[in-house]
């Protein structure tokens, strides 16, 4: 059985970022990763809109992850954080002295009835979340012909929660360009009951969803697809879960998502099966030689890649603090963003904090649709991931946040 000084477990966004950060520990750390490829996944809103090839999302793992530092192709079946263990699939007991979690969040498809068997049978079914059925959502545009064009956001926490509408808006301006917008109802179905979490983004979404004609239906939860006769029926949830069918001639779906399985059932996490840390410093609540990073984590901020350049320098900090003895140091905000995209050359970066308050990183009002914005997030964001995040060099925007307010942003509240 080997061991480690630092285990980290899950080499995606989260997980790599770290593992970066800790290359000079050389062969005392370790990352559990099954995959052989690494995807940049914030890139496939744009692959699924035809905007950008799928080669752009992925890497090999092994040129991603910092070579000085074991990689572990396998996966981690069960964790015994009272022993200082985690069982790999092979049966093999690794040890660590010090753990970090980054599983991400699991995809949920088998829970909606009949939707696996759409997305690998049905041409108009598509959802941008997955490495296989991003690569139908272009085709599936292009094939649309008018009708219902339906995109659904699902009963459960997910990543990127705009991710489900840019692919929206997106369709809609193409099938303006087709021709076949005028013979097309663009549909909305979300379980939430607001277009967006934070106020500022949402008023400037509606307007968005107001202008363009889109019908937004709040609480519904899709339940099941029905591929042979292009029906999609959802839950009213307010509604004692009526059923109510929808035709479709096109179907983008955001499945719903949970904790992994191996998680769930691991002494690691709270009541909601996510990776229980202090909020302020990533520490975890019972074990003190664990950290999490990421979609797997109890934090609650919204699950993102920009969340977890600014999460991944503090598990850093705060985790080389522990291993000399000291004490972890709160510091994160909830700092995350999402960039809304709502059009091929426009978008609204939303920026906040555990606040829903807007933390925006440019001195200009990032509220209304910009042009500057979707360059940032079309071309400079997967430079920055690739080159930097991935080096361990990018811990998030807020010390240009800073520079470019000339100090006047606000400062990070931190109260436990
Ligand atoms: P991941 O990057 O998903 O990595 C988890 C890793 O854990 C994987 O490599 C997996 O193989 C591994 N793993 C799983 N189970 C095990 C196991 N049992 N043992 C070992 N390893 C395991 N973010 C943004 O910031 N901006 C955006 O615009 C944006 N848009 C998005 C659009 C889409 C369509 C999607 C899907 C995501 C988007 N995101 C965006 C979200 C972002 O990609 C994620 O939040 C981020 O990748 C999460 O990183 P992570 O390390 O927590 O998980
Ligand atoms: C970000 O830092 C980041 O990580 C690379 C993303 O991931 C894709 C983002 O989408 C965003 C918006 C940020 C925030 C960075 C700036 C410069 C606003």
Redesign the pocket.
């Known amino acids: 059985n080997s061991s480690y000084k630092v285990l980290i ?7 790599n970022a770290v593992a970066a950060k800790f290359a000079s520990l050389g062969k005392k750390c370790a990352v ?4 052989d490829l690494h995807y940049y ?2 890139i ?2 744009l692959v699924g809109a035809g905007l950008k090839g799928f080669q752009a999302s992925v890497e090999p793992t092994r040129k991603v992850l910092p070579n000085s530092v074991d990689w572990i192709q396998d ?2 079946v069960k964790f015994d954080p009272q022993n200082n263990t985690v069982e790999l699939g092979s049966g093999e007991k690794v040890e660590y002295d010090y753990l970090v979690v ?3 969040i699991q995809l949920d498809y088998d829970k909606v009835d009949g939707l696996m068997e759409a997305l690998e049978e049905d041409p108009a079914v598509a959802s ?2 997955h490495p296989r059925w991003v690569n139908k959502t272009f085709p599936a545009m292009q094939n649309f012909e008018g009708g219902n064009a339906i995109f659904t956001f699902p009963n459960t926490p997910i ?2 929660a705009g ?1 489900p509408q840019k692919i929206m808006y997106l369709a809609e301006e193409f099938f303006r360009k087709t021709g076949v917008r005028d013979d097309s109802k663009v549909i909305f179905n979300t379980s939430l009951g607001v277009i967006f979490g934070v106020k500022k983004y949402a008023d400037a979404l509606q307007k968005v969803i107001q202008s363009r004609n889109i019908q937004v239906n709040y609480r519904h939860n899709l339940v099941s697809v029905d591929h042979k006769n292009r029906t999609a029926t959802f839950a009213k949830l307010d509604e004692d879960n009526e059923l109510v069918p929808f035709e479709y001639n096109f179907l983008h779906v955001t499945p719903p998502m949970s904790s ?1 399985d ?1 998680l769930k059932t691991s002494p690691l996490v709270n009541e909601t099966g996510y990776v229980d840390l202090n909020k302020h410093t990533l520490q975890h609540t019972k074990f003190s030689n664990v950290f999490g ?4 984590t109890s934090l609650p901020t919204s ?4 969340a ?1 350049a600014s999460q991944c320098g503090i598990v850093h900090k705060n985790l080389s603090a522990v291993m000399e003895g000291k004490k972890a140091t709160p510091m994160y905000d909830g700092y995350t ?3 809304l995209i709502t059009g091929s050359n426009k978008c609204i970066l939303a920026e906040f904090d555990y606040d829903l308050a807007p933390l925006e990183t440019l001195p200009i009002n990032q509220g209304v649709e910009r042009r500057l914005a979707y360059g940032m ?1 079309a071309y400079l964001m997967p430079e920055i991931y690739w080159n930097v995040m991935m080096k361990g060099k990018w811990n998030g925007p807020a010390t240009f946040r800073k520079i470019l307010h000339l100090g006047m942003s606000k400062s990070p509240k931190l109260q436990a």
């Open positions: 477990v899950g080499g995606g966004s989260g997980g559990v990763e099954p995959s996944q914030p496939w809103t996966k981690a980054a599983m991400g941008n979340y990543k990127c991710a992994p191996v990073i990421g979609d797997c699950k993102t890649a920009a977890i963003s999402c960039p997030k």
